[in-house]
Structure formats: C-alpha cells, structure tokens
C-alpha cells in the first residue's frame, strides 16, 4: 500500500467506517490534515496544474481560477495555491471558518 496515491490510500483506510455525528472530526482537524496531505504531495513533485484540474470537472475556488486563467507557464498553475490562501489559514485554527466561495476545499470540509 505504500506506492499507492494519497487520495487512495486514505479512501482504503477509512472505507467502511461510518461516524454519527458526534464522531465526525472538528473541521479544523480536517482542515489540517488536508493542508498537511497536500504539502506533502507536493513535496514529491508538481501538483496537476489548474488547466487539467479542471479539465477533469473539478471545481476551482475563485483563487485558483484567477491562476488558471493568468498569463503565466503551467509550472506556475501546477503550485499549491492553498499554501498562500487565507482561507487555509481560517478552516486550520477556526471551526466552521467564514469563508463562502464555491470550489474552495476548506468549505466543503467544513461541510463534512
């Protein structure tokens, strides 16, 4: 299990654990984790870029859809955007943060 993605990995972990409400993990928690998943992808080498993120029908918060649109290399549209946000910085240190725009991940971990 240790060559597979991330996103795989986790998905093998919790598949078929169900929580109730009372123990659905604190969205600063989750947030955290998320951030730490994805600095630790990137480590490894370039994220997908934004172009083919939503290529692939990913929604993209308004940070990252300025980006993908930009005149800039896809090097530049393959940095962790999320690193630089605010918005990460809310949902790691407050629970239910008030962040509103769609496609952002922390609001939809928040939601969770």
């Known amino acids: 299990m240790a060559n597979l993605p991330d996103e795989e990995f986790i998905e093998r972990i ?4 169900e929580l109730t409400a009372e123990e659905v993990s604190p ?4 947030a955290k984790v998320y951030s730490a998943l994805m600095q630790r992808q990137a480590e490894t080498g370039p994220l997908m870029s934004l172009t083919e993120t939503k290529a ?4 993209l918060c308004v940070f990252e859809e300025l980006v993908r649109i930009a005149p800039v290399g896809e090097a530049a549209k393959s940095l962790n955007i999320c690193r630089v946000c605010h918005a990460r910085v809310l949902a790691e240190h407050i629970e239910n943060a008030p962040i509103y725009w769609s ?10």
């Open 56 to 59: 692939c029908g990913h929604g």
């Open 14 to 17: 919790v598949g078929g654990v």
């Open 103 to 112: 496609g952002c991940p922390y609001v939809e971990l928040k939601s969770s």
């Open 27 to 30: 969205s600063r928690l989750k």
